[in-house]
């Protein structure tokens, strides 16, 4: 991987990224760790006597380009926003370039599972191992009530007929959360994984983290797996690494404002989801879990995108990808799925930066059972009367 330092001397990170005349770039090597300084490239900074130029702005994104992460003393939001479109993570961090890049390869070095190794623990996931896709079993626990954006494809609902995600019979409470455990325990006795995936968004409330709290005191050795659009997830990784979650799946449909716009019809609060998406993706990483990135691939919208959105999470700190065919509804009823092609292709394109999983089934948010072999949802939920979720 590739690092640059903004260093106008060579020697010490003291400059803002508008302001850098010069970028230190560095190699590391990803197995051996070994590094080595290959160039010091000049540039001509954007931001001079209080001017912004934004053609110079492009070109400075442009000239560390083929890099993975810039430390810089500070990037203005607008400039954070470009450089992360581009794969580009942002540290912002002063000092020497080379106590800093040993401290980072420190990091890169760091166990990803306290107490665990992190491939036992992935290979026991089914939704992120296609070793275990057939043989271990999942949960997706439904307490997520509400979301904080709609997206242009979806349509949650309450029933016991469709299988899609953003579909439940119900929604439990958070202290139900550990008696259905025990049930589905009971029906599957293959399960290795407890997650919350909807019907709304994971963060959108406090429900999934209470469900988690309860969950990991009475289950500690099951894998905790929580899936998020990411809008709430800055600011709480350290809270969910407490509740037991090692893995989590970032929905990230697009890394450019142009392409979002036709996939997202509001944000909550006007909030920037991809710059939350990115933060996010780098904070749950940064502690050790193991990140995932799903991308509803939307023929006409977001096809002729997916290897940026592949680069810029990779560079962000997830792992694989698992790239998801539209269901056609809402906005997008009469745009057809992804042919076999199309999704090839784009699988292709990021799978030049990320592991793709390929054994998606479009879970429901109240799945139950081995994905592939067998579906209990129905018999976890049966004799229970059902509540609704809100669409707020």
């Known amino acids: 991987m590739r690092v640059a330092f903004a260093a106008n001397d060579g020697v010490f990170v003291s400059q803002h990224f508008g302001h850098s005349g010069k970028f230190v770039i560095a190699d590391i090597d990803e197995k051996s760790f070994a590094y080595s300084f290959i160039e010091t490239r000049e540039n001509d900074a954007p931001c001079k006597l209080g001017e912004h130029d934004d053609v110079k702005l492009e070109n400075s994104v442009t000239l560390i380009s083929d890099c993975n992460v810039l430390f810089t003393v500070k990037a203005g939001n607008f400039a954070k926003s470009r450089l992360q479109t581009n794969g580009i993570s942002v540290l912002e961090k002063p000092g020497f370039i080379d106590e800093l ?68 019979a119900e929604v439990l409470s958070s202290n139900e959360a550990v008696d259905i455990l025990d049930r589905a325990l009971e029906l599957c006795p293959e399960i290795s994984v407890v997650g919350v995936a909807g019907p709304g968004d994971a963060l959108a409330s406090g429900h999934a983290i209470a469900a988690f709290q309860n969950v990991h005191a009475a289950y500690p050795d099951l894998i905790k797996c929580l899936s998020t659009n990411g809008l709430a997830l800055p600011g709480k990784a350290q809270t969910l690494w407490d509740a037991g979650v ?56 977001n096809d002729a995108h997916i290897g940026k959105i592949a680069k810029a999470v990779k560079n962000a700190g997830a792992t694989r990808h698992n790239i998801i065919s539209l269901i056609p509804q809402r906005e997008f009823k009469d745009t057809p799925p992804p042919t076999c092609e199309q999704i090839e292709k784009a699988r292709k394109e990021a799978g030049q930066y990320l592991e793709q999983f390929m054994h998606c089934k479009h879970c429901r948010a109240d799945a139950c059972g081995i994905p592939g072999v067998s579906d209990l949802s129905k018999q976890l939920y049966q004799n229970r009367e059902l509540e609704t979720f809100s669409h707020g």
């Not at 142009?258 to 933060?279: M, N, P, R, Y």
């Open 246 to 301: 090692r893995t989590i799946t970032v929905t990230v449909n697009a890394v450019a404002q142009e392409v979002l716009e036709k996939v997202v019809s509001w944000v909550k609060d006007g909030g920037d989801l991809i710059a939350a998406q990115l933060t996010g993706i780098r904070e749950c990483a940064a502690l050790g879990m193991v990140v995932k990135v799903n991308t509803v691939l939307i023929p006409g919208i």
């Open 101 to 168: 890049l040993v401290a980072y390869i420190g990091y890169l070095k760091r166990p990803l599972f306290a107490g665990n190794n992190r491939r036992d623990t992935i290979d026991e996931h089914p939704c992120f191992s296609a070793k275990a896709h057939n043989t271990k079993g999942r949960v997706h626990l439904p307490v997520s009530p509400t979301c904080n954006i709609q997206c242009r494809f979806c349509n949650r609902a309450t029933n016991v007929d469709e299988n899609r995600p953003g579909v439940t």
